[in-house]
């Protein structure tokens, strides 16, 4: 028995129809709308590209939008393949609800509404949410699923390293206030003030907007640098064994 | 039989009542009103908020005080229920003179004491002490004791690191002082003066507000630079390696 | 039977003669010539250095030239004596269009080319094709196909990784762009401005010639760096677990 | 038998006399003597301190150089106590020449020369030579042996990635020699000045001091950014590993 369109095109929508582990056509087509559709919505914050290519970004943005209309019509239509109980408007139903459902509502809400509302204030913070198009691609790939448990297990890791962290920012930019708070009032005049120096120098960007000019400051920033930012560093650190961990027990599943 | 009302405070201040691993509900209110008073003291530090939520502010400042003090004579009053042995006085001065029974009564003399003389140099320094309250939240976490006992273990690493990354900073901090002490004389002058420069370059932070300017402080800087910043990171990596040991140690233990 | 004069050339050439892992003399030479070859054009962008040594350099390029033209007439002279199947004219253009062979002739061009046209702009560019000598340095290493090949294997891990890294600079410098496009136009006026700022910070680079002003901007800022710095760190460390992977398995190898 | 005077002193300068692996007492005075020393050298460089306390910092300098005389003489006497084959007189030769033995009386000379001679281009010298001291406290550690073997076990992975890194850094520092070269010739002229942007960079130090102002230049400086810096951490994350390893061989020994 050859399988329906409706099949078919569910097969080629869900990301791996023949089981090999491999994106189908349309999935790799859809990862390159994806990518040229948040690229554009990037570039045409830029107001040289703007003014001068607006009316062809424009004209794309059209052809993202029949795209994601599409697309997001095509699962709707396909969900009853679905192989989970239930009937086909409560299949539906759910694929809508589903948090995959709502970020391609979003995106295509995003991606029309300001053809259909040219408001300056309102483009601009939708731009922003179009990255969430970027969150699309994560149904390509069960790789986040599996950093989202590995975060879970070491929640516990996470919760006493990021306290830790925490301490050593307020007690790093509380010994800064008292040591400068005085001299470089609009600096390091209150503890928030002096958070921004704490934080920027404990994740070792140090901008050099914000540092010590007294002998003081520099000795108590000095004590705080050196004994801080491996300790600002550990929860990251904890993600990332977190992460390689996930990345092995999934290719140790894919094995199996 | 049911137990008394005192049995069921200290279980209740105790953490951990019903020996599922879970914050009894007078801990988590606690937890709550220390967050709050150290956000409340580091909030007030900031002049603009001062002047404008300056009597609010304070008006919490009694709240946290009633809640500190009866918090404190809970804990004394409570303590006699402390499975050890000895009598109640004996027990209740055990409390009062335990490391965590001290930082109690410091965060509730902190809390206390500029409401009675409000001396603007006392208060500074007493603000800076409030951060004791997040000591206090150490107490329902054991984690912390696995992270003392880790450091312990690694001491003889850390020593030898510690060593080495001192004596790269300052032969870093010599190197420089000579290559550039002539030229900038207040930046560079003395090894004390260039190892400002020598800390904040070797943890990476690199505020750029002291940086080599002739060609040969340069070649000295790479070289320092290149060289120096593996070891000087080294002291932290084994900490955040004991801390890594000490929590996977504790969850063994927990599983047990 | 003694080996003729080719044989013994090509297994000089061919780095490990005796098949004790050491290099032969041959290749020690061409390892000197190549970094004193490199060092010469690097040093020779220096306008102070080309004024004063000009022509000393240009002598030493002379005989660069010389070195390189005789290395690559020695390769395809001795390419028939690879244990390889095919006539002695296959083996030769097998080399001539190898990898490494067609590096050899990139490195002798332009060695050769300034000489021949000294013109300027294509001088300048040949200078920095000259760093293509390092790669003929590879030739004396199998460690960079281990490299690879660890590389290959972990490919999966570095997909999501470097996804994530890019989302992560993305959105920091989408936040950056809402809180301070007004600000700072010429700074943080468009994502793609946004993005050096993002960059910059998010590898802990810092360099302190954008950064935002604004409270909103230092609020952001400071979230994406604690959060970010990990995520753009984690690509790299998987890279740094593949090199040390591929390295014990060679030594491993070796070991056998 | 009781030990003779000068049996009992070896013991004490050997560092372990009762084989118990704690410092003798001898030992510990020496340590303190060696860090007052070098605190002093260094804190005697800044002209402030110097014209302040510089009668009494001179007076420490001949207690100093009295305790490392005597040090010097009563090794050079114990000598022959070591239980190794020879007369006392080739025992005596054997520690004047070991690099310790070299270290002793390389501190010695530096510490009287200048109250000999007080010529100040001699004292700035001989000032730096004084951290050498440190290199004493490594007699009281067998670390630093353990150490220098896992150097030498790695020195393969050591010269690939350093090779690696260097290759990035020319390669960064070629790179926007091209792009900004004629924008910031001051800066990034030629490749050698290129270099200490590149370093820099690199190292995520990021002074500021040097940063690319043209699109493309940042576009460059982007991509050598999040290519380059795990590679370039690579060399020292290796030497960091190397040392965990020798520190745990050396626990591992203890033990045995």
Redesign the interface.
């Known amino acids: 028995m050859t399988p329906s369109l409706r099949q078919r095109t569910w097969l080629q929508l869900s990301g791996d129809p023949v089981g090999d582990g491999r994106l189908s056509l349309v999935n790799w087509l859809l990862v390159v709308v994806i990518v040229a559709a948040?690229t554009c919505s990037?570039?045409a914050?830029?107001?040289e590209?703007e003014s001068r290519f607006g009316v062809q970004l424009n004209a794309l943005e059209y052809v993202f939008g029949a795209c994601f209309a599409l697309e997001y019509a095509a699962r709707i239509w396909t969900a009853p393949e679905n192989p989970e109980a239930g009937s086909a408007g409560r299949k539906r139903l759910r694929f809508i609800l589903s948090p995959l459902g709502l970020v391609d509502l979003a995106v295509l809400v995003v991606t029309l509404l300001p053809m259909l509302m040219p408001g300056v204030a309102v483009l601009?913070?939708a731009?922003?949410l179009r990255?969430l198009m970027?969150a699309k691609?994560g149904r390509f790939?069960s790789?986040?699923h599996d950093?989202a448990r590995a975060i879970h297990d070491r929640r516990?890791?996470l919760y006493?390293?990021i306290?830790l962290a925490t301490?050593l920012l307020?007690?790093g930019?509380?010994?800064l206030?008292?040591a400068e708070g005085d001299v470089q009032p609009d600096k390091f005049?209150?503890?928030?003030?002096a958070?921004?120096w704490s934080?920027?120098?404990l994740?070792?960007?140090?901008?050099?907007?914000v540092?010590p000019i007294t002998p003081l400051g520099?000795v108590m920033a000095?004590i705080v640098?050196?004994a801080g930012?491996?300790?600002?560093?550990?929860?990251?650190?904890?993600?990332?064994?977190a992460?390689?961990d996930a990345?092995q027990r999934h290719?140790g599943e894919e094995k199996d």
């Open positions: 948040v990037i570039v914050t830029e107001p590209i601009r913070l731009r922003l990255l970027l691609l790939s790789a986040f950093l516990y890791e006493v390293t306290s301490f307020l007690f930019a509380a010994a206030y008292l005049g209150s503890i928030p003030r958070l921004w934080i920027i120098t994740t070792t960007v140090g901008y050099g907007d540092s520099k000095s640098a050196l930012i491996g300790l600002v560093a550990m929860p990251t650190g904890i993600m990332a064994a992460f390689s990345m290719r």
